[in-house]
């Protein structure tokens, strides 16, 4: 926007373009302000038991001084999230690639695919930790199972969106199949795989936490079951807290990268 | 069957001279009929009887309303549709498959978004097994006369929609086949730029020995660029009349006011309300 454009007496001082970026957020930092500023008024106005609901500031100082157990626990949840998702990437752009390339492999894995998801995570979660044992491999697992959906679903759709006058006019180029699907359907279909890598990292987060709840040896999961039933209620909404931050970080990483892929995919021609 | 027997103008080329030298594209009581199925199929007659021949370096036109099955035809030309009755040969072979040997250009650039100017219009080249530097050379040599120089680099998105037209007439013409199919390709442009469009084919064709046939429902369009038009009517698409331009090629668009094209003008918009007329 040209500084002309701006309404008068808006902003009359023109800002660095990082400040201007950083203004975008004020909608967001005031409302988180206001809801935090109103439970802390709220807890100690009707002075509701620090273990039923603390206020902000005792959380705030229960991440402080829990630092280096979070930062422990946040990695090991980390950990998981990343090579659960990585696997869910790499085994979800093979599975929509063959799905949409051909029709009987649609036909014969498309509803396994969707089966998947039928499975519930709560019930499988348990026998995952007795065939593979309490450390990192069952939340790997259950990441990877729940994040490769939104994937594939997304991927497939935009390896068929691809415009029939495109394909045709590759075909009178002399196109084979598979250079129509390299050529064209693949880096068509960039966008809807970065949407769909964007819900998975996302569900990755919750797949860990679910996965670290049924059994653990670690994990911001794990932390949270564990302090539960001890009333540290802090330290729970602490690990939620991290939980959140790191959860909105990979969404931000992701984000940047789909950002950066797509920077010349911006306004299709005719 | 008319052979050319008209202007001198496409003897300009090495073309051969015997009389029965064999045209490269050549349509033949071409029919096509679109049958729907389902509990009672109906069917309908799109194209009926369509003879047309296309010698080298020739530029022939065919106008008509739209709905006559002038794109329809260039599918089947292009051999990306296959189910006619008639007979169609290129260089005189009509049982050999057409597909990927007749380039077709589209009114639509069909530009693909993520590739430069340079990299869209060498794909032609990379479909056919060129390695991406030998085919970026080769697209190189051809930027200049295309108006494309400066812009080898920008993103289709960043230049004009003729400056797109003309990227995909170059990814078309590329591989150097001998026949070039046109649908309506400058039809989504203004006024002015198709103009100038117009004066710059003619350029670009006046001693090239390909031949090209162009759809358009854009009458002065045809004749600027044309020997020959062909006048369609619809519903079934049938070549109701055929006209010889003969002012020598290239052309500027400055003839389009001379009386001679005033009047060849006249006659092919009475043609073509006579044959839609008929058909309405």
């Known amino acids: 926007m040209s500084p002309a454009a701006r309404p008068a007496g808006y902003l009359t001082v023109p800002l660095p373009a990082v400040a201007r970026r950083m203004l975008g957020w004020l909608p967001a930092v005031v409302l988180g302000g206001a809801g935090i500023g109103g439970w802390e008024i709220w807890v100690r106005a009707f002075d509701v038991q620090r273990w039923l609901l603390p206020p902000p500031s005792v959380i705030a100082r229960e991440i402080w001084d829990s630092r280096s157990l979070l930062t422990e626990h946040a990695w090991i949840t980390l950990q998981e999230i990343l090579i659960g998702f990585g696997l869910a990437a790499a085994i979800g752009v093979l599975l929509a690639m063959s799905i949409a390339y051909s029709r009987t492999l649609e036909r014969s894995i498309y509803p396994f695919v969707i089966g998947s998801q039928m499975i519930p995570i709560i019930t499988i979660a348990p026998l995952l930790l007795v065939w593979v044992g309490p450390q990192m491999t069952s939340k790997i697992i259950v990441v990877a199972l729940i994040s490769f959906f939104p994937i594939v679903v997304n991927l497939v759709d935009g390896l068929k969106s691809t415009d029939t006058d495109m394909v045709n006019m590759f075909r009178t180029l002399g196109a084979s199949r598979w250079q129509i699907f390299t050529k064209l359907q693949m880096p068509n279909s960039l966008p809807y795989l970065l949407s769909g890598l964007k819900i998975a990292i996302v569900v990755s987060v919750i797949g860990a936490v679910i996965g670290e709840w049924v059994g653990a040896t670690g994990g911001l999961g794990w932390l949270m079951r564990l302090s539960a039933p001890q009333f540290l209620t802090a330290r729970v909404f602490a690990a939620i807290v991290v939980l959140a931050v790191m959860g909105i970080m990979l969404f931000a990483i992701v984000g940047a990268v789909e950002r950066w892929l797509l920077r010349n995919y911006s306004r299709a021609s005719t | ?280």
């Open chain 2, 1 to 280: 069957m008319m052979r050319p027997q008209y202007s001198g103008t496409t003897d300009a080329g090495p073309q051969r001279d015997a009389p029965e030298a064999v045209p490269v594209l050549g349509v033949k009581a071409v029919s096509k009929r679109f049958v729907s199925g389902g509990m009672s199929p109906s069917s309908l007659d799109v194209l009926s009887g369509i003879d047309l021949d296309l010698a080298r370096g020739e530029f022939v036109s065919i106008v008509g309303p739209s709905g006559c099955g002038k794109s329809t035809l260039l599918n089947l030309i292009s051999g990306l549709d296959t189910d006619y009755d008639g007979e169609i040969n290129l260089n005189g072979d009509g049982a050999a498959p057409r597909i990927g040997r007749v380039p077709y250009m589209h009114q639509r650039d069909l530009l693909l978004p993520w590739r430069t100017v340079l990299d869209n219009a060498t794909i032609s080249l990379e479909i056919r097994g060129a390695g991406k530097r030998r085919a970026r050379e080769e697209a190189l040599v051809h930027l200049d006369e295309f108006g494309l120089a400066e812009f080898a680099s920008s993103y289709p998105s960043e230049i004009s929609g003729g400056m797109r037209q003309r990227v995909a007439l170059l990814r078309a013409t590329l591989p150097g086949a001998e026949l070039l199919l046109l649908d309506e390709p400058f039809g989504a442009l203004d006024a002015i730029t198709r103009s100038s469009m117009h004066t710059w084919l003619s350029q670009l064709l006046a001693d090239s020995e390909r031949a090209v046939l162009l759809v358009t429902h854009d009458v002065e369009e045809a004749l600027l660029l044309s020997d020959r038009v062909h006048v369609m009517s619809s519903r079934p698409g049938r070549i109701v009349s055929t006209l010889d331009v003969e002012f020598p090629r290239p052309r500027d668009a400055g003839i389009v006011t001379s009386p001679q094209f005033v009047e060849l003008k006249a006659r092919l918009l009475r043609v073509l309300s006579d044959s839609s007329g008929v058909a309405a």
